[in-house]
């Protein structure tokens, strides 16, 4: 079973910065696409980006497109998401999974990491 710590998150102003990443184990992380979800208080976990095995392929939500970017180091093991012109509806517990396929907005895997906590005050 893939184990997944996420770090970074920490409080942010609106229109601030903050980098969080993944660190997955096992060898074959380079195999998996790879997303980045986010669950804020009384709702529903979500989809926030994606990335190919490869590192060469990317989609987001809408509501982050063009804010955030997803980045992949397969020789560390390791996720990045760079979230930049922060909102307060970006509050959220911010996680790491792979995808059910290439394309979906689903978490692959039923396991979830503690996920990296990340508030703006609004």
């Known amino acids: 079973q893939v184990q997944l710590v996420e770090s970074g998150g920490g409080l942010v102003q609106a229109g601030g910065s903050l980098r969080l990443s993944c660190v997955a184990s096992?060898?074959?992380?380079?195999?998996?696409?790879m997303g980045w979800f986010r669950q804020a208080p009384g709702k529903e976990r979500e989809f926030v980006a994606a990335?190919?095995?490869?590192?060469?392929?990317?989609y987001y939500a809408d509501s982050v497109k063009g804010r955030f970017t997803i980045s992949r180091d397969n020789a560390k093991n390791t996720v990045s998401l760079q979230m930049n012109s922060l909102k307060p509806a970006d509050m959220a517990v911010y996680y790491c999974n792979t995808l059910t396929r290439w394309g979906a907005k689903e978490a692959g895997s039923s396991y979830w990491g503690k996920g990296t906590k990340v508030p703006v005050p609004s």
């Open positions: 990335i190919s095995g490869t590192g060469t392929t990317t």
């Open positions: 096992g060898r074959t992380f380079s195999l998996y696409a």
